[in-house]
């Protein structure tokens, strides 16, 4: 019979035990590597007569019964021309190594323990990454049912995570194992493989949920940290299957980031950001070097766009998460693989550059991290990119505008904050520090109405803010897009700008602004008595009317459900402009009533109910300024027009 230690000759042995149908060799495997022969202890290392020992001794069987499992299992898997017979032998071999299977991750586990002891141990970890794939891994579908099951054993997975953990004791670094320089890391392979498959993915999730979060940290650690060391052995000829690796990582590792234990670690430990870097690292050293490899450029660019969908979906709050991937790259990175979309994630929702990502342009943070490190030079530089692709960069250069326009034209144009209807003092979106707030008071219950001045809170108090105070704090005690903060406070007064913006824009021409025609219902009265209003979609994808031209149809919005505790201010606002036209002269085309919605988050939309006014002795696009706002959150569809593709649904009634 070949020798097992000889991968070499793979079909030499398949030919034997598919003729020998050898059941025996399995069992003089198994033998030494039972449970019971496990010692007490840890091996005595450094001691006289070392190798005399028995469980020295019993150790060293374990091990040569490792070194013979593997080749034999790869033999069982990558035989060129498997036949009945050798099928039927593996299934065999499979149904008596699962039932052996515990007590030998055992052994390995004790093994591993001082495996950093053993002039052998990087050899024993690729042995039993060897071995784990083998036992794992299907080709054509040989013996996938027992492979299932090896796959979902929990000691399958924690012999998972110890192999990913260990680290070789002369470079401090997780230890590497890539047999062909073509291929990826197999052990991320594997973890791939199993969080790609249901069952897989929801074991190793239960897993590591299950655990301490001590042994959690140290696991995620294996994980977080692992790109950048990928990337530093990046040469030659390993190009392709470092690429490889870091596909298969970023997909096994967005698919845990729905557990929020798992994400928080995550993100406590920089995951995004790490990736971030490392994935920009790659990609210069890969045009550094003039790498073509299609293969290598498709995993970089799905890597690379997981990363952008994971902030989309798992993030609390995307904007500043963004923020931090980008300045640690990824919006660079992104640019560098636009060349390689079409082919790598050909007419996808998520293809580079992503949609979600659009309506986050506006955010002054993101705004700012594509700003100050010549990201946007290079993005306005970018060319003959795919039709599609240079569509999709179209609208992230549209919007890229308009946050210009906003957040650094308008730097110097102050909004009003004031809660209090009567006195709107305004302040200037771009002239807070990081440190410094507004002058502004904030109830100290709710933490959601802010007043220029202590009169102001004291009249509005006692005008309406008594009968929402109590609803809003139980509603928004921690929700960021409402609850006063330094950031909310910044967002808000950009978000008023916006609003400002928007309906300059739209006075001069109405199919530049997201703006739709509609009549805002008052509470109780039917719709034909409603007041007229216009409804900006600022979380939109893509800049433009919402359907077609908004002249085309005039919708009756009704937001009660949204306004909630907010509803009585809202209708003191319109009856005090009704007043004010009536009784005091006011002109009835200088004042204008504006639903908004930005993006929060994937599911969340802030909502802004604002009163406009316009100036006559204005210059041209400054001349509509908001004089009071009402900010709400709502759950997506907040605000919904006609048919199942509008933002915009349950509010409308055509």
Known sequence: MPGLEHTGYIDELAAYLETEQDLELLDDILRPLHPSLIPDGALPFGTRKFQERPEVKRANAAMDALYQAAPLFKTLLHASTPSEALTAYSNKCLEVWIEAWSGVTKWITYMLMDASKLESHTSLVAQCTDLLTAVTVSLGGRGEVLKEELRQMPCTIDLLFILLGQIDTKTKR?????????????????????????????????????????????????????????????????????????????????????????????????????????????????????????????????????????????????????????????????????????????????????????????????????????????????????????????????????????????????????????????????????????????????????????????????????????????????HRGVKATLRSVQVKMDYISYVEHAMNAYSRDANQAFAMLAVKQHVGLPPEQGIPALVFDLASISPGPVHGSPNDTVLHLDTTSLDKEWGERIERCIADTAEDIECRGVPAASVAFVESTFMLDQLDRLCVFTKMRMDVEAKEGRRWKAVASVFRVGKKPVLMGPGDTSPFADLFDT
């Open 174 to 478: 997780y230890i590497h194992i890539q047999e062909l320089e073509y291929a990826g890391c197999p052990l991320v392979g594997i973890l791939h493989l199993l969080m790609a498959n249901s069952a897989g993915g929801l074991a190793i999730t239960t897993r590591l949920l299950s655990v301490t979060r001590t042994t959690r940290q140290a696991l995620i650690t294996a994980l977080v940290d692992r790109p950048q060391q990928f990337v530093s052995g990046f040469e030659g000829e390993k190009t392709l299957g470092i690429g490889e690796s870091i596909g298969f990582l970023t997909n096994a590792v967005m698919r845990l980031t729905p557990q929020l234990a798992i994400w928080r670690e995550l993100q406590r430990q920089g995951f995004l950001a790490k990736y971030s870097t490392a994935f920009l690292t790659l990609a210069e050293k890969a045009l550094a070097k003039r790498v073509t490899d299609t293969r290598f450029w498709n995993a970089l660019t799905q890597s690379t766009a997981f990363l952008f969908l994971t902030v989309a979906v798992a993030a609390s709050d995307p904007p500043a998460v963004f923020a931090q991937a980008f300045d640690a790259g990824l919006f660079r990175c992104m640019l560098h693989c636009l060349p390689h979309t079409p082919e790598a994630m050909p007419a996808s929702e998520f293809s580079l550059p992503p949609r979600h990502v659009i309506p986050y342009l506006r955010d002054r943070q993101v705004y700012d991290a594509i700003s100050k490190r010549g990201d946007l030079e290079l993005f306005y530089a970018r060319q003959r990119l795919d039709e599609q692709v240079e569509s999709r960069c179209k609208q992230y250069q549209d919007m890229i505008r308009i946050a210009e326009a906003v957040l650094r034209e308008r730097r110097d144009i102050l909004v009003p904050l004031c809660f209090n209807l009567n006195h709107a003092t305004s302040f200037s979106p771009g002239s807070q520090s990081d440190d410094v707030t507004p002058d502004l008071k904030t109830c100290s219950k709710c933490h959601t109405a802010m007043y220029c001045s202590k009169a102001c809170q004291e009249e509005d108090w006692a005008a309406l803010h008594h009968r929402e105070c109590r609803v809003a704090a139980a509603r928004y005690h921690h």
